[in-house]
């Protein structure tokens, strides 16, 4: 099994930041992409960011300049660096990995999710 555990959401004001990590543990043998995606109350799921193995990035329109998204490998976790933060960044943040496993199957798992609240 694999595990993705979120952290580093919570209350901020407008104009401010928060960086949310996610870490992977269990029975990991290689991470492919891992990314960041939110879901904002009575909205869908919508993609932050993603970020391959190697290092190449792709964020959406509405973060990007404002957001970063990186990783460290040798610790299986993604990072989301969110500056300027605006009210309509409010949501659920959830982390995203694809893995293969020890058993040498690819799946896609899922955190948690942190929530993020941006007040005006």
Sequence with gaps: QVQLVESGGG????????????AAS???????DMGWY???????R???ATITSGGSTN??????????ISRDNAKNTVYLQMNSLQPEDTAVYYCNAQVVTTS???RNYWGQGTPVTVSS
């Design 11 to 22: 209350l901020v004001q407008a104009g401010g930041s928060l960086r949310l990590s996610c």
């Design 26 to 32: 269990g029975s990991i043998f290689r991470i492919n």
């Design 38 to 44: 939110r879901q904002a109350p009575g909205k869908q």
């Design 46 to 48: 919508e993609l932050v």
């Design 59 to 68: 964020t959406a329109g509405s973060v990007k300049g404002r957001f970063t």
């Design 104 to 106: 040498s199957i690819l």
